[in-house]
Nanobody
Framework: QVHLVESGGGLVHPGGSLTLSCTAFGSIFSPYSMGWYRQAPGKQRELVATITSDGRTSYADSLKGRFTIARDHAENTAVLQVNSLKPEDTAVYYC?????????WGQGTQVTVSS
């Protein structure tokens, strides 16, 4: 069993930056991947970024260059740095942890980009 605790998010002006973090607690064994999905009002949930336990990263094509994911392996924590935020980035961001056939989800954190 894995429990995820998310932090970060909030209200940001267009062009601003923010950092989301997600710490996994419980049965953490490599290999695994962590990352974020997001869901905007009225839209489907979409994958944002992923990092694997050996450090490989991947991003949604439309978000490359503005989103950076990293991890603190010792702390089982993933961090998502988001720059040049746009109103269309407004969504609930959900951290996830994936190992073998199991997915675990964080509680979600609201990111609102507005002037």
């Amino acid at each position: 069993q894995v429990h995820l605790v998310e932090s970060g998010g909030g209200l940001v002006h267009p062009g601003g930056s923010l950092t989301l973090s997600c710490t996994a607690f419980g049965s953490i064994f490599s290999p695994y991947s962590m990352g974020w999905y997001r869901q905007a009002p009225g839209k489907q949930r979409e994958l944002v970024a992923t990092i694997t336990s050996d450090g490989r990263t991947s991003y949604a094509d439309s978000l490359k260059g503005r989103f950076t994911i990293a991890r603190d392996h010792a702390e089982n924590t993933a961090v998502l740095q988001v720059n040049s935020l746009k109103p269309e980035d407004t969504a609930v961001y959900y951290c996830y942890f994936h190992r073998i056939a199991y997915y675990y989800w964080g509680q979600g954190t609201q990111v609102t980009v507005s002037s």
